[in-house]
């Protein structure tokens, strides 16, 4: 009997590579401060918009739509909705919550000398439907997966992201003449900055931790934890 067999597939990526590739991951930072004023020029733009380009889509429909806001009078304008949402949201909490809450910085609009809003054309009818008859959401995580992209690519370029989901997207898309069919899934911040924080800033400020990955990974069942065979203290 002839033994068929199979090989993993060969690790093209040199251990250098790979430690980039994690490093990236570790230290992508949200950045809300420290935007230098100077703007991405096209071509660097280009490259991280394709970047994002490259993400799996279900049915490979690529439903991502990318929109480059520069003008200083949008970019203000997108400040004020997000003031406005934000009065909102800090009303949600009390006492010592609310006080350290009106404290963080959750945006960079005015000092990002670029805005990228990210937007998921559901109609596309590329990609033929594949594996949005069950979920049709799956576009928007599709879209998500391209946003996450480019923050890694423009992590390595020096380039800062900051997703602002602090306003209201029915505004946002008046503003930027969004089709009503079309769902606003990010708006991002984008610049050079001098540097990325080592931690989350809401780590640093004292809103939140990262959790515990151990206690998140479940084995076959919901309810029945994953005991890992290697050491939990590494990260
Ligand atoms: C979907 C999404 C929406 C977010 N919205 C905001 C926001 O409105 N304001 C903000 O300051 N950070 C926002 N963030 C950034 C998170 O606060 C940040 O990712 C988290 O604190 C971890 O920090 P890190 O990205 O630097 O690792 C958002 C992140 C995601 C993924």
Redesign the pocket.
Known sequence: MVQSMVTAAQNDFSPAEKSAVYRVLRE???V?AGYLPQPLDDVTLYRLLDAAHQAPSVGFMQPWRFIVVRSEALRTAVHGIFARSNVDAAARYSGDQRSLYSRLK??GLLEAPQHLCVVCDHESDRGHYLGRHSMPETSIYSVVCAIQNLWLAARTEGIGV?????LDPAAIKKLLRIPTTAQLVAYLCLGYVQEFSRV???ERDGWEQRAELAPLVRADYFDQPYTPAYDTERR
């Not at 900051?162 to 602090?166: A, E, K």
Request: charge should be neutral.
């Open positions: 992508r930072r949200d809300r959750l945006e900051g997703w602002v989901s602090i989350p800033d809401l």
